[in-house]
Structures are given as C-alpha cells and as structure tokens.
C-alpha cells in the first residue's frame, strides 16, 4: 500500500464532506485527517472533531469558529477562523490530498489553492470549473498535481477512459463521444405546466440520491447537468457537441464514453456517491466503499430517453453559455447560484430560475477570463445584476 494520505476536507459538514469521512472511517492505516472546514454549523463540526480528532478545523464563520473553540478546548483539534484559513492548510506541506466539496463559487479558491500547491485535488466542487475553467484546467497542467472527479457522472467516465491523463486529447484515446447520463429529477414525470408551482421541498425531494439543497433544485431544473456538460467539457478537453445528454431514470449507469470502434464503455454502481469517492480516494489502488454491491437481477429494467429540451430550459443555456465561451458560464454560475437561494426562500417561482438566468446572460456583455480576478469581478456582477431582476419578478 502506498504512503498515509494528509487529507484536507473542504466542506467537510456537507453532504459529500460525509461520505467523504464515511470512507475515511473505513481506512484509518491509509487516511489521516489533516483539516477539516466548514461554514458556520457548530453542532455538526463539533462531533466531526469528537469523532474525527482532524490536526485542525477551518470555521469560516468567525463568531462561529470561537463558539467551537470553546466548545472542543478539551480536544487537540486546533481551530482555525476565516476563509484565508482554508487557503493555508491546503497548501501546508504536510497536506497530500484535497477534497473539494464546498458548495458553489466559493470553493473556487481553496480549491484552485489545492492545485497550485500541486495536491491531488479531489473534485466535487463542479462549479469552480465552470466558472473558471480555463484558468483551472490551466493551474492543472502547470502544476502537475493530480485532478481527480468525484461528481459520479464524470468519475465514470474517468473510469471508462483508461489511459486519459489531463492534457491528452480524448481523439487521441480514439473517443468520439461521451454520454452524461442524467436522472430527470424529481419533475421528470410532472406535466411542465405544473412546474410553476413546486415547493423547495419538492424540488429538494430527489429520486435517487440524497445531496444539499443547492444541487438537489440544479437537479430539478437539470441546471445541474447544465453545469456537468460545462465540467465535462474542461475536465476531459471536448467540444459541448461531443457531449451528449441521456434521460436514465434509474441512476446506475453513471454516463458512458463511446469509441470509434462503436464500443461504449461505461462505469455501473448503486446510487451512492461513497463509490466515486472512494475510486478517487484511492486510485489508481481499489478501497472497499461501504456501498451495496449491485444486483442487476434485482434492478431488472434500465431505462433511457431522449431529454425534454423544453421543458427544461436550463441545459440549452449551460450548452450555450459553454458555446460562447469567455465569461458566459461564470455569469450562468453566478446568476444561478443567486436565482436557486431565492427559490429556497421563497422568492420567486421555480420557472423563473431559468427566466432569470436567461435574462442575466443575455443583458451583459461578456469579455475573457483572463485573470481570477476579471472572474471574481464577473461572478460579482452576475450576481447584482440577478438580484435586481429577481426583486423585480
Ligand atoms: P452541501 O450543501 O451538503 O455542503 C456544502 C459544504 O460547503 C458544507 O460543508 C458547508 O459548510 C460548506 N460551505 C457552504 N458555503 C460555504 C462558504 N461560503 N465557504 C466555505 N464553505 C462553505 O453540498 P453538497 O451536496 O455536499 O455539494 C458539495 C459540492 O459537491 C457541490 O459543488 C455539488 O455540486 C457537488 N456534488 C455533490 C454531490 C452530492 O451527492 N451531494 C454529487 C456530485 C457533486
Ligand atoms: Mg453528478
């Protein structure tokens, strides 16, 4: 077995931050709990220390990160505050591996941090790469730290893509498509004429997999493969038109790569995101997951249909957004980050998520990212310009 990894969790108190652990438990001798980080939730970081006993906890939230140190002051985890504390223990010398699970754009840094400081970087966090895809695919290859996919789409098509490294080209391993499979969500089967009025908890409601909320209504207006296709696209170096969207309700073929020859390879496993976890945790080694094992005989039917384009907008703005290239997916990222909390709180309908989204593409002008900071200053401007018109629905 190779050496003991010096794992960072980014969002650690997330819905992958614990399958993460979940899988760490598993392999004590193998992963040691450098750092830990989460937002502001005191009660949960502090029975992930007690647990856990991680060297350090990154609490983002000041007033939250004093509570905490009061409350563990009788363990050895020392407790850091702020988000500059997430940019230095990923880039410790001691810290080997990076999972990035944070939630939307502001995993962009620690996350980017993790890469120029050469870690393996664990990717969860997807919308890092589309709003800043360039510069992230370019830290990448500069650094020649490993970037590995835990969204389980794109981790089965590492897996069914043997030989892809960062940088080599998918024409060159002889690949002439690849397949992103997609659940539908939970309104893959409600009329679209009912959609303006679900509830938060309806969209949160998912058929297969239990994730935060942020993903979970991406996923009910399939925004979340929107911003997959965007991921795909920077991940493993193709065109939006080499990728392909595919209706699987079931949630077990996990997407496929198809070859020139006319086989498609593809990646099968339950709905349980402790198994891209663990694939990349340990790759190119095999751990055990915890996760069932499969049993094809009980599934019996697997299903695949063309999408909805209509019905659900969203992916054709992430397709076009990816198209034009420049600031355009920053600006979808940050306006849909915007739109999504205001469903959650009930401040607009579920059918204005992609109006607005649409509406905020289409008033600004889009340039070049060409710096973190021109994305900073887009993703800001995104996010102004959404309020606005969500104020105004
Ligand atoms: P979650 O909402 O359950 O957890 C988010 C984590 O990020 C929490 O630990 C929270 O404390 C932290 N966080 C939130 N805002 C922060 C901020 N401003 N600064 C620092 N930390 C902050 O989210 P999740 O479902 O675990 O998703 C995490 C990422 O993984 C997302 O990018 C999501 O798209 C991706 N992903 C999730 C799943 C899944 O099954 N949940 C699957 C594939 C990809
Ligand atoms: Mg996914």
Same mark, same amino acid.
């Not at 003991?4 to 193998?30: D, F, N």
């Given at each position: 077995?190779?050496?003991?990894?010096?794992?960072?969790?980014?969002?650690? /108190?997330?819905? +992958?931050?614990?399958?993460?652990?979940?899988?760490?438990?598993? $392999?004590?001798?193998?992963?040691?709990?450098?750092?830990?980080?989460?937002?502001?939730?005191?009660?949960?970081?502090? &029975?992930?220390? !007690?647990?856990?006993?991680?060297?350090?906890?990154?609490? +983002?939230?000041?007033?939250?990160?004093?509570?905490?140190?009061?409350?563990?002051?009788?363990?050895?985890?020392?407790?850091?505050?702020?988000?500059?504390?997430?940019?230095?223990?990923?880039?410790?010398?001691?810290?080997?591996?990076?999972?990035?699970?944070?939630?939307?754009?502001?995993?962009?840094?620690?996350?980017?941090?993790?890469?120029?400081?050469?870690?393996?970087?664990?990717?969860?966090?997807?919308?890092?790469?589309?709003?800043?895809?360039?510069?992230?695919?370019?830290?990448?290859?500069?650094?020649?730290?490993?970037?590995?996919?835990?969204?389980?789409?794109?981790?089965?098509?590492?897996?069914?893509?043997?030989?892809?490294?960062?940088?080599?080209?998918?024409?060159?391993?002889?690949?002439?498509?690849?397949?992103?499979?997609?659940?539908?969500?939970?309104?893959?089967?409600?009329?679209?004429?009912?959609?303006?009025?679900?509830?938060?908890?309806?969209?949160?409601? $998912?058929?297969?997999?239990?994730?935060?909320?942020?993903?979970?209504?991406?996923?009910?207006?399939?925004?979340?493969?929107?911003?997959?296709?965007?991921?795909?696209?920077?991940?493993?170096?193709?065109?939006?038109?080499?990728?392909?969207?595919?209706?699987?309700?079931?949630?077990?073929? $996990?997407?496929?790569?198809?070859?020139?020859?006319?086989?498609?390879?593809?990646?099968?496993?339950?709905?349980?995101?402790?198994?891209?976890?663990?694939?990349?945790?340990?790759?190119?080694?095999?751990?055990?997951?915890?996760?069932?094992?499969?049993?094809? !005989?009980?599934?019996?039917?697997?299903?695949?249909?063309?999408?909805?384009?209509?019905?659900?907008?969203?992916?054709?703005?992430?397709? &076009?957004?990816? &198209?034009?290239?420049?600031?355009?997916? /920053?600006?979808?990222?940050?306006?849909?980050?915007? +739109?999504?909390?205001?469903?959650?709180?009930?401040?607009?309908?579920?059918?204005?998520?992609?109006?607005?989204?649409?509406?905020?593409?289409?008033?600004?002008?889009?340039?070049?990212?060409?710096?973190?900071?021109?994305?900073?200053?887009?993703?800001?401007?995104?996010? !102004?310009?959404?309020?606005?018109?969500?104020?105004?629905?």
């Amino acid at each position: 077995m190779s050496q003991v990894e010096q794992l960072v969790i980014l969002g650690a /108190t997330g819905s +992958v931050g614990l399958s993460t652990l979940a899988v760490v438990a598993e $392999h004590p001798q193998r992963y040691q709990l450098f750092a830990l980080t989460a937002y502001s939730r005191v009660e949960k970081a502090e &029975a992930l220390c !007690r647990k856990f006993l991680p060297r350090y906890f990154v609490m +983002v939230d000041v007033a939250a990160a004093a509570d905490l140190a009061g409350r563990i002051s009788d363990l050895s985890t020392e407790v850091l505050a702020g988000s500059d504390a997430l940019l230095a223990v990923v880039q410790e010398s001691d810290v080997s591996m990076v999972m990035a699970a944070i939630v939307g754009a502001a995993g962009l840094a620690p996350t980017l941090a993790a890469v120029e400081a050469g870690k393996v970087v664990l990717l969860a966090n997807k919308e890092s790469l589309v709003m800043a895809g360039q510069l992230f695919m370019d830290a990448v290859a500069r650094n020649g730290g490993q970037l590995l996919p835990i969204d389980s789409e794109q981790n089965a098509m590492f897996q069914s893509l043997p030989g892809f490294r960062v940088g080599k080209s998918l024409t060159e391993l002889g690949v002439v498509r690849l397949w992103l499979t997609a659940s539908g969500g939970p309104f893959l089967d409600r009329p679209a004429d009912s959609l303006s009025e679900v509830t938060p908890a309806q969209a949160c409601a $998912h058929p297969n997999w239990d994730m935060g909320r942020k993903i979970s209504v991406d996923s009910a207006t399939m925004m979340n493969k929107g911003l997959e296709v965007i991921e795909t696209a920077w991940f493993f170096g193709v065109s939006g038109g080499q990728i392909e969207v595919l209706i699987h309700p079931q949630s077990i073929v $996990h997407s496929m790569v198809e070859y020139r020859d006319g086989s498609i390879l593809s990646q099968l496993g339950s709905a349980d995101m402790r198994i891209p976890i663990a694939h990349a945790l340990a790759w190119p080694e095999r751990i055990h997951s915890g996760a069932a094992s499969l049993d094809l !005989r009980k599934v019996a039917d697997l299903q695949f249909q063309p999408v909805d384009n209509e019905k659900f907008p969203c992916l054709d703005l992430a397709y &076009a957004a990816l &198209a034009e290239g420049g600031l355009a997916a /920053t600006y979808l990222n940050a306006a849909n980050e915007v +739109v999504v909390q205001a469903f959650l709180d009930e401040k607009i309908g579920f059918l204005k998520i992609a109006t607005v989204v649409d509406e905020v593409l289409g008033r600004l002008s889009n340039g070049q990212a060409q710096d973190l900071d021109t994305v900073v200053a887009a993703d800001a401007q995104a996010r !102004r310009l959404a309020e606005t018109l969500i104020d105004k629905h």
